[in-house]
T-cell receptor, first 114, second 118 residues
Framework: AQSVTQLGSHVSVSEGALVLLRCNYS??????LFWYVQYPNQGLQLLLK??????LVKGINGFEAEFKKSETSFHLTKPSAHMSDAAEYFCAVSDLGGYNKLIFGAGTRLAVHP | DAMVIQNPRYQVTQFGKPVTLSCSQTLNHNVMYWYQQKSSQAPKLLFHYYDKDFNNEADTPDNFQSRRPNTSFCFLDIRSPGLGDAAMYLC?????????????????FGQGTRLTVV
């Protein structure tokens, strides 16, 4: 069965510092991987996705993630944090059943302080 | 510009009183999903529709039902809400490859409905 593990339920960074949110997955076949962001009392917004091809993917708001098959990882990074990045971030893997069903990690709450 | 619209954004219902949450989409996607997200937890899939075909997740309680009268609309019915059903309910859509049509790989989410049970 597929699963997603996000290391660190809470991450706190200073404004302007590097953001690194960790995600590891388990899948028997090459996965489709996603990062979503959720602001308080809002739905989920797609930041970026990896399906095939280039392993470094760029998303919205300056975020990027690198798919590393050997490490079964898909960590999310941003070179310089902004106050507006404070939110909950979810890593997800697409279910193998073919209906784009998502299996989410537990989430990481990012706090950005001045 | 809204593509997946959920109404209402906030819903308060009484313990045991049936409640319906609604979702509409303008994307003409063939798959619609309902996810339940309890406080400080990850979203969890309840069920999905592929066109009119209903697919229940194995651990979705019988208390939850869904209807999809047409491509654009999908409803979540909670027959007898309990305190444990208080959560954010997220509707999402996706376009899965069908005969002669290309699919997509991502799901688009609505803003969610926050359900409170009193």
């Amino acid at each position: 069965a597929q699963s997603v593990t996000q290391l660190g339920s809470h991450v706190s960074v200073s404004e302007g510092a590097l953001v690194l949110l960790r995600c590891n997955y388990s899948s028997s076949v090459p996965p489709y991987l996603f990062w979503y962001v959720q602001y308080p009392n809002q739905g989920l917004q797609l930041l970026l996705k990896y399906t095939t091809g280039a392993t470094l993917v760029k998303g919205i708001n300056g975020f990027e993630a690198e798919f590393k098959k050997s490490e079964t990882s898909f960590h999310l990074t941003k070179p310089s944090a902004h106050m507006s990045d404070a939110a909950e971030y979810f890593c997800a893997v697409s279910d193998l059943g073919g209906y784009n069903k998502l299996i989410f990690g537990a989430g990481t709450r990012l706090a950005v302080h001045p | 510009d809204a593509m997946v619209i959920q109404n209402p954004r906030y819903q308060v219902t009484q313990f045991g009183k049936p409640v319906t949450l609604s979702c509409s989409q303008t994307l003409n996607h063939n798959v619609m999903y309902w996810y339940q997200q309890k406080s400080s937890q990850a979203p969890k899939l309840l069920f999905h529709y592929y066109d009119k075909d209903f697919n229940n997740e194995a651990d979705t309680p019988d208390n939850f039902q869904s209807r999809r009268p047409n491509t654009s609309f999908c409803f979540l019915d909670i027959r007898s809400p309990g305190l444990g059903d208080a959560a954010m309910y997220l509707c999402a859509t996706s376009r899965v490859a069908a005969w002669g049509q290309k699919g997509d790989t991502e799901a688009f989410f609505g803003q969610g409905t926050r359900l409170t049970v009193v």
